[in-house]
């Protein structure tokens, strides 16, 4: 397969087993995200690719090519550092042409694509300056630039947008992507900003612990979190011990009505037994008629909506959150009901009970 | 000139630093030179507390601080106005305060005299070729320091320090006896390799805490887009540790160039270099010859110390001797 490769990566720091028994797939032309806290193995496994650490185990292939064992400057890739690591001593056209004079190729043709490159991020007339003389984004286009021009199969971003401020770092985020789906460049980029990641990959890998949690794209990663660890990382969402009963869910021991007309009709979902209730905030109504379930213990504002922390009835540390309008938030005793809810056992998805599709059973890895 | 409080803390620095390397050479039979390269910053700092005075009232705390300037400055210049006096006199004697007659005729006889200015072309024979000998020899050697995990790197700087700490006559006495069986006394390379000794620990330190604060990034940015590393050493990390590397340099090139032990002990009677000759100055000539050729003798520290002015002020030597 061409793209990215990447099978059973393993690498061990110190004592500590950093990336364990990775595989990943990055198809040329996608955008991936690995996704991540800090400490799970997501700027080691770039590195890796990058070939700036060695694995332990495991093969990296780029577009059919074995680069495991390769080093940095004998790789297709071309990374975005952090700290954009621009050469200081270097205008910023030297810096975007430094690695195209290596290649030894005309004086003009260098000229040719560095001015081309630098009209790309726009920085043409910036081309004389020193790095210390540009602004953080202005920076971090020539560290864009200087990777681009190499015209690399495999572009590799690390966390290229945390040291710009908040306002920035979106029109920033967006530039790349736009650049990113003109060139058709598979690239990886690493971030521990959930944001970022759902708002320009094609797919994104949730890392914890050194392993992929889910890959998968924003939308499946957000509606269907295969794992605990995903569903807590990504989105919001409250997890209370429940059990599934014909009218609905058992939260602790208050009776939730759930929209899932066949609900009823599902005895593959066992009945028994405690699950791990997933809810997301928006799934959940919120009304002031009714017989009341719960009370609001806490109203937070969000400019343009609220949230809501809810008690269940039954017992005093049963709490979930709900998403309502600004206008008018109820307060007090409410009837709460629920959209959707996600089953987990053991840390992983068993089932979805939703209305549009009754009762998904154990989902496969999509 | 700019904000005062400042320009006193640069001046002490300074001072300070400079100081710590004039020690560290062991030169202290040269004391001309030792004077002379403080020099700079003495300037500096007698100028601080004028501006002081009109700007703000005279508290006791900046009258101590003024006072103490001028005896530092009168610790400094005293001795250099008292060799520039001598260098110039014809008769001086006691207890007239300035020359009874003035008199060039001993520049005239140094620069006549065969054996002086042979020891004028050998010291700037030595002394850049020890310079760079040092370097290539621990330029690689600091980056390693910098760069890699060597076991027992600390252990090493320390080492290095210690070196300079001791009184260095035993260790040339022992070191004369290795060179002997080596048939190195008196030979040009057992120059160098004595004079190479002094410099050692500049161009280990200081060029290892200048690589040292090169984020690996730069390095590893180059090598991605497709640099070796060979390639990466000379055009990325050299040029940025260039400043630090230079400070080295010339603190190297006043430790070869001011180095008398160990030169008396292995060149002579074949290398007399100008520090070497002026034992014998000092010893056979009246004191205008020797005050002529230690002006001589400081003029390159000064010349030298005055152009790395700027990069000692920024600091590549006092990180230099940080130990990390």
């Known amino acids: 397969m061409d793209g990215l490769v990447i099978e059973h990566l393993n690498k061990t720091l110190g004592n500590r087993l950093v990336v364990d028994d990775l595989s990943l797939r990055v198809a040329p032309g996608d955008l991936v995200c690995l996704l991540g806290p800090s400490g799970c193995g997501k700027t080691t496994t770039l590195r890796m690719i990058g070939g700036f650490l060695q694995s332990d185990s495991g093969t990296i292939t780029i577009n059919g090519v074995d680069v495991t064992t390769l080093p940095p400057e004998r790789r297709p890739t071309a990374m975005v550092f952090q700290n954009y690591a621009l050469w200081p001593h270097m205008t910023v056209f030297k810096n975007v042409a430094y690695g195209l004079r290596l290649r030894k190729l005309a004086r003009p043709v260098v000229e040719e694509r560095v001015v081309a490159m630098l009209g790309l991020v726009n920085l043409v007339e910036k081309r004389d300056r020193h790095p210390s003389e540009l602004s953080g984004g202005e920076q971090q286009r020539v560290a864009l630039a200087r990777a681009l021009v190499l015209e690399p199969d495999l572009l590799l971003l690390d966390e290229p947008l945390s040291n710009l401020d908040a306002k920035l770092r979106v029109g920033v985020r967006e530039e790349i992507r736009e650049i990113q789906q003109r060139l058709q460049i598979a690239t990886v980029f690493v971030t521990h900003d959930q944001d970022e990641a759902l708002t320009i990959s094609d797919r994104i890998a949730v890392m914890s612990g050194g392993r992929i949690e889910q890959y998968d794209d924003a939308d499946g990663l957000y509606r269907l979190p295969q794992t605990s660890f995903v569903a807590s990382f990504i989105g919001s969402m409250s997890t209370v011990p429940g059990r599934v009963v014909d009218a609905g869910l058992l939260l602790g021991a208050c009776p939730v009505p759930v929209a899932c007309p066949a609900l009823a009709a599902a005895p593959e979902i066992e009945r028994g037994v405690e699950w791990s209730v997933g809810i997301r905030p928006e799934d959940v109504r919120v009304d002031t008629g009714g017989s009341p379930t719960a009370t609001v213990v806490k109203e937070v504002p969000h400019g343009h909506f609220k949230e809501l922390l809810l008690r269940l009835d039954g017992d005093d540390t049963t709490v979930i959150r709900a998403y309502v309008g600004t206008e008018h938030p109820p307060t007090g005793r409410v009837a709460i009901s629920l959209a959707r809810a996600l089953l987990y056992r053991d840390g992983h998805l068993a089932h979805e009970v939703a209305p549009a599709r009754p009762v998904v059973a154990a989902l496969s890895a999509r | ?324």
């Open chain 2, 1 to 324: 000139m700019g904000d005062v409080p400042v320009e006193l803390r640069r001046a002490e620095r300074l001072v300070s630093t400079v100081t710590t390397g004039a020690e560290a050479t062991g030169a202290e039979a040269t004391g001309a030179t030792a004077t002379g390269a403080t020099a700079t910053p003495a300037t500096q700092a007698r100028r601080a507390p004028a501006p002081a005075r009109r700007r703000r009232p005279l508290t006791p705390g900046r009258a101590a601080v003024g006072l103490g300037m001028l005896v530092l400055a009168i610790f400094i210049f005293g001795p250099l106005l008292w060799l520039m006096l001598w260098a110039f006199a014809g008769v001086w004697h006691y207890p007239s305060l300035l020359p009874q007659s003035w008199s060039l005729s001993w520049w005239r006889e140094i620069f006549h005299y065969p054996q002086l200015v042979r020891s004028v072309g050998l010291s700037f024979t030595f002394a850049p070729i020890v310079t760079l000998v040092s370097a290539v020899v621990c330029l690689p050697a600091a980056y390693a320091i910098a760069r890699f995990p060597v076991p027992g790197r600390r252990t090493l700087l320390v080492v290095l320090f210690a070196s300079n700490a001791f009184p260095k006559i035993g260790l040339y006495i022992t070191i004369a006896g290795l060179f002997y069986a080596l048939h190195l006394m008196g030979t040009f390379f057992g120059v160098v390799l004595i004079q190479l000794l002094g410099t050692v620990v500049f161009m280990t330190w200081i060029p290892a805490a200048s690589f040292a604060s090169i984020p690996r990034a730069l390095e590893d940015a180059a090598r991605d887009v497709g640099a070796s590393r060979l390639r990466v050493f000379f055009t990325v990390t050299l040029p940025l540790a260039a400043p630090g590397i230079f400070v080295a340099m010339v603190l190297a090139f006043l430790a070869s160039f001011d180095e008398a032990q160990g030169t008396f002990l292995v060149g002579v009677p074949n290398y007399i270099t100008m520090p070497v000759q002026m034992y014998s100055l000092v010893s056979d000539y009246p004191p205008q010859a020797a005050a002529v050729f230690a002006v001589l003798l400081s003029i390159p520290s000064v010349a030298l110390m005055l152009l790395v002015r700027k990069h000692v002020l920024g600091g590549a030597l006092a990180r230099g001797f940080e130990l990390r």
